[in-house]
């Protein structure tokens, strides 16, 4: 089974440029999940899909940052325009919605983001 | 104050020994606590994945929750050079709470030496 898969790898823009990052969940997992980790700080939140629908976006900076999850498959993050401090890396994450429970966080491999 | 605080090393221990590593939180709120390890370049793997207080076996792996004084611990039973790589724990609220947001630590780098 194929885990979560996160496009590109690694992007570098000047600051000011759009840059927009994909990511596929595990097949079958309608919870979707978008976090960030900046240099030198932990791994933070930023938001969390059902479907295709926001449940919880308290943890998006500011309003550069948009995220949509077309058809409640794939999750795209754009950001617009781009600032040196949103460089990091950004990870998205997948699970199950189980009997009443959620399971276990996937997480891909992240994108890295460095803004110039 | 950070909601989870754990100590970011690096720590750096022989083949063979036992790993101790620690995670302290404030949220009373946290219910499942989960230990993440992470290679270079790559994203966090799930480890352990805890709900009670007490511990949790598996392998050389034992998860450690001790809600009353809100610390979990992971310890690495006979470290091998391949356990190297940053430890990260994880915790969050029930679904009932609407936080199935992960709140993490900032991640052990733990080396192990052959």
């Known amino acids: 089974e194929a885990g979560v898969t996160q496009f590109p790898s690694h992007s570098v823009i000047e600051k000011g440029q759009t840059v927009t990052l994909r990511c596929d969940p595990i097949s079958g997992h309608d919870n979707l999940y978008w976090y960030r980790r900046v240099m030198g700080k932990e791994i933070k939140f930023l938001l969390h899909?059902?479907?295709?629908?926001?449940?919880?976006e308290s943890g998006m900076p500011n309003n550069r940052f948009l995220a949509e999850r077309t058809g409640g498959t794939y999750s795209t993050l754009k950001v617009q325009p781009a600032e040196l401090e949103d460089s990091g890396v950004y990870f998205c994450a997948s699970s199950q919605e189980l009997a009443g429970y959620t399971d276990t966080q996937y997480f891909g491999p992240g994108t890295r983001l460095t803004v110039l | 104050q950070k909601e989870v605080e754990q100590d970011p090393g690096p720590l750096s221990v022989p083949e063979g020994a036992i790993v101790s590593l620690n995670c302290t939180y404030s949220n009373s709120a946290f219910q499942y606590f989960m230990w993440y390890r992470q290679y270079s370049r790559k994203g966090p793997e799930l480890l352990m994945y805890t709900y009670s207080s007490g511990n949790k076996e598996d392998g050389r792996f034992t998860a450690q929750v001790d809600k009353s004084s809100k610390y979990i611990s992971l310890f690495i039973r006979d470290s091998q050079p391949s356990d190297s790589a940053t430890y990260l724990c994880a915790m969050r609220g029930t679904p009932i709470q609407g936080a199935q947001k992960l709140v993490f630590g900032q991640g052990t780098r733990l080396t192990i030496n052959p």
């Open positions: 899909f059902v479907k295709e629908s926001k449940q919880d």
